[in-house]
């Protein structure tokens, strides 16, 4: 089974405006405030952070939006990880 790299959307937020994410005000308005941010790609680097892709919930829109920034390693590693299976469709709910 894959394990993800998840965040709801209170800590996304939290980690976007420590990074200085680009159009931030743009994201904060546009997140699903209850919607859960998968890391598709994490990347060390310089042993102090993770260079990660996000594919994040946007509000009322299906489709993941895809965000990448800086997140410092620690930071990254509180993160918590799910299996693929505790994922659920909203149609199979």
Excluded: C
């Excluded at 405006?17 to 699903?32: E, G, N």
């Amino acid at each position: 089974m894959s394990k993800y790299t998840v965040a709801d959307s209170k800590t996304f937020l939290k980690l976007a405006q420590k990074a200085q994410v680009r159009d931030f005000l743009w994201l904060k308005r546009r997140i699903d405030p209850e919607g859960t941010h998968v890391v598709d790609l994490a990347l060390l680097h310089n042993d102090v952070e993770v260079r990660a892709f996000w594919l994040v919930k946007l509000d009322g829109i299906d489709e993941p939006f895809g965000v990448n920034f800086a997140v410092p390693l620690a930071d990254f590693n509180k993160l918590p990880q799910v299996e693929s299976n505790d994922f659920v469709r909203a149609e199979d709910k």
